[in-house]
């Protein structure tokens, strides 16, 4: 929701250009003919192909251009599925411009401890900021779409999160498409408890600031609440004294991307 500058201008030099890994920046040095060989192997060359790090994308859809954010691992391989995160940006990053919902919650977690998000990322912004997540449903499932016709996404390690407004369509699109998701991570959002019945077989961990005024945790528990009647497995972190940024806790310091991994789709 509230922007860094320092975290925006870091994503907007980064998008296309950024490489997250030391290598892309290394100088070929001389090598015998055998090691030459090695490294133009077949899987080598396809890894070179690939472009790393936050990636600038756009999809055309019903006669309108969309802009959006994927970031591709310095360790993707493309012979292999490879984990894949949906993350759904606040109401502060809404627009057209393709670039911002990257500033905000899992994209500077991501520049901060590359090590920790072994996982394709991919960013969607909701174009405008008085519709919800679930009214941009469609959008979010073509980028999808065009995520795994690019790039081999392991379908059974498939995960939903996102804050405030995207906290909302965690709980929303997570129910609306439980077949779809491993896990789901919703950060200071709300829901419907009519749908937690939808999401009794999908594992989740919430994340709320005890001391948030713009969303209050009680939109958290409840929905973890309803969930667990259902006999799902629902669970939430707290964090006193944190207001509506529990985003930066969430994911920079709770250990989420290593809980992802641990779930795969039930069939």
Not at 61 to 67: A, F, G, T
Not at 92 to 117: H, N, S, T, Y
Not at 153 to 167: E, H
Request: aromatic residues 8%.
């Amino acid at each position: 929701m509230f922007k860094s500058k320092v975290n925006l201008v870091a994503v907007a030099l980064g998008i296309g250009l950024l490489s997250t890994g030391r290598a892309a920046f290394a100088q070929d040095t001389p090598a015998s003919a055998d090691t030459r060989a090695t490294i133009t192997s077949t899987k080598r060359a396809s890894d070179r192909q690939t472009p790393k790090g936050f990636l600038l994308k756009t999809i055309e859809q019903d006669r309108q251009k969309y802009r959006y954010v994927l970031y591709v691992p310095e360790d993707y391989d493309a012979t292999k599925p490879y984990p894949a995160i949906i993350f759904l940006n606040g109401a502060g990053e809404c627009g057209r411009d393709g670039l911002k919902q990257a500033a905000v919650g899992i994209g500077p977690a991501i520049m901060l401890d590359v090590d920790k998000w072994h996982f394709l990322v991919l960013i969607p912004q909701k174009p405008d900021i008085k519709d919800s997540w679930e009214d941009d449903d469609k959008l979010v499932l073509s980028m999808l779409d065009a995520t795994k016709k690019a790039y081999k996404v392991d379908a059974d390690r498939l995960y939903l999160t996102g804050l405030s407004q995207g906290g909302h369509g965690t709980w929303a699109i997570g129910a609306k498409h439980p077949e779809l998701f491993a896990a789901i991570a919703p950060i200071c959002g709300w829901g419907d408890v009519k749908t937690a019945e939808a999401l009794k077989n999908t594992p989740i961990w919430a994340f709320h600031g005890e001391a948030d005024m713009t969303v209050p945790v009680k939109g958290s528990i409840d929905m973890v609440d309803a969930v667990k009647a259902a006999g799902g497995d629902a669970k939430i972190t707290t964090f006193p004294g944190v207001g509506h940024n529990s985003w930066d806790n969430a994911y920079r310091g709770a250990g989420l991307a290593d809980w992802f991994l641990l779930h795969t789709r039930k069939k």
